[in-house]
């Protein structure tokens, strides 16, 4: 019988993969992973709905086509949802059992709380050697009651007890875990979100023209926000604030990029503070680099964010930032450096320091020139070199720094 020496495999798991950040994170590491050294596999949950017109969805699809053209195995497992469904996630976890069992994979990596979860036990059932987790932030608060809550946070410190490394975003996502005692600290490993950066130079436009291409006067300051509407983004607070800057007199309109479950009732919102003329939704933009341009702060008023990838890109493009004080965000926004911090959920504060900005357009501007000098660190090349080095760490402490043997007869 002879041997053959082949690839460390690797299989990554997630529920949605769309154009969300953690998705796209997930889309770079393993587009990005040294092929000749990794054989790279994506277990991902059905496709986000929508019909092949939808540009959000062709996106998505997009990414999955790439990801088979360099040559990154992708399977579907339909019952792989994000919402908690028992019958469901019982399906999804022996699709999981089986395809574990069939590939036969060195690492397992999954990514979010329910991939994160069921992706892991699976990988204990198989005796999978190494076992890596991505939470993109956490659940510990600001999406479920109490109960549901403490059930999550059992469920995690269950799972952390048999894997091998948490990766977080940020090192405040890092302090929460181990406020919760998720995990002790040796298991974790702070690796920022990787941006694409060079999409950022290549798309780059000045700010008048994209004002002009959105038919919003150059006069006019452009509060603008990206991500999907929700309400755990908080786009109901910058509306009111937007509104509280109209009452005032202030020359502001708001633009807000993304689509989701309460568009409808943030648009209601808009009419009944009468600033419907000020706010423009965009819903989701392929070109969202140029739609960006035109902001002159950008605005993140999330109740809970592992990191805020989004705010990287806004900083790529030299944009002044107001954001929560909360999760991750405190790691990206140092607050009278790259932007300001506000308390969560606060309608007036976040308008003072929208306002400060606008009447302060040479502040602004250095705020964000302060940002674009912090962006390299976030690069998705910086990205990969780290979850590379996570990964050679974890095979050495096992003794399988070598590429492994496949049986030949």
């Known amino acids: 019988m002879n041997q053959q020496l082949h690839r460390i495999k690797v299989v990554h798991i997630i529920t949605r993969f769309n154009k969300g950040g953690s998705a796209e994170n997930t889309f770079f590491t393993v587009l990005g992973l040294d092929k000749g050294r990794y054989e790279v596999l994506l277990v991902k949950g059905p496709s986000p709905p929508g019909n092949s017109d939808d ?5 998505a699809q997009a990414n999955i086509d790439a990801a088979r053209y360099w ?9 792989l949802l994000r919402e908690v469904r028992p019958l469901s996630d019982l399906r999804a976890f022996v699709s999981l059992l089986r395809i ?8 397992v990596h999954t990514h979010t709380s329910k991939a994160g979860i069921l992706g892991r036990w699976a990988a204990l059932f198989c005796r999978v050697p190494i076992i890596v987790h991505t939470p993109h932030g956490h659940v510990f608060w600001g999406y479920f009651g109490p109960v549901k809550t403490r ?8 799972t952390a007890r048999f894997t091998d490394a948490i990766i977080t975003l940020t090192s405040q996502e890092r302090e929460d875990h181990l406020n919760l005692r998720i995990a002790p600290e040796r298991k974790f490993v702070v690796i920022h979100s990787g941006v694409d950066l060079g999409k950022f130079l290549v798309d780059r436009c000045d700010r008048e023209d994209a004002k002009r ?3 919003i006067d150059s006069a006019t300051t452009v509060l603008g926000t990206a991500g999907r509407l929700t309400a755990i ?9 937007t509104a509280e800057l109209a009452r005032q007199g202030n020359v502001v309109k708001l633009v807000l990029l993304g689509e989701g479950e309460l568009r409808g009732e943030l648009e209601e919102l808009a009419c009944r503070l009468r600033i419907a003329e000020r706010v423009h939704f965009l819903g989701w933009r392929a070109d969202v680099v140029k739609a960006m341009a035109a902001f002159d702060i950008f605005c993140l008023p999330s109740r809970n964010e592992g990191m805020g990838k989004v705010l990287v890109e806004a900083m790529a493009l030299g944009i002044a930032i107001v954001a929560s004080d909360i999760g991750g965000i405190k790691d990206i926004v140092h607050h009278g450096e790259n932007g300001l911090l506000v308390p969560v959920g606060d309608v007036e504060a976040l308008a003072e320091a929208i306002l400060y900005l606008c009447r302060d357009p040479k502040r602004r501007r250095q705020m964000g020139e ?10 998705s090349d910086e990205m990969i070199i780290k979850i590379d080095q996570v990964y050679g760490k974890l095979l050495i402490s096992k003794g399988l720094n070598f590429l492994q043997r496949s049986k030949s007869c």
């Not at 059930?151 to 269950?158: A, D, G, S």
């Not at 302060?370 to 690069?379: E, F, I, K, T």
Request: proline share 6%.
């Open 213 to 215: 291409a959105l038919g």
């Open 100 to 107: 574990i069992r069939r590939e036969r994979p060195v690492i």
């Open 71 to 79: 040559g990154v195995k992708v399977i579907t497992v339909n019952h």
């Open 370 to 379: 302060a940002g674009r000098l912090m962006v390299p660190q976030y690069s």
């Open 55 to 59: 540009p959000e969805t062709r996106a």
């Open 151 to 158: 059930l999550f946070v059992w469920l995690e410190r269950m």
């Open 233 to 241: 983004k908080g786009q109901e607070v910058l509306i009111r604030a």
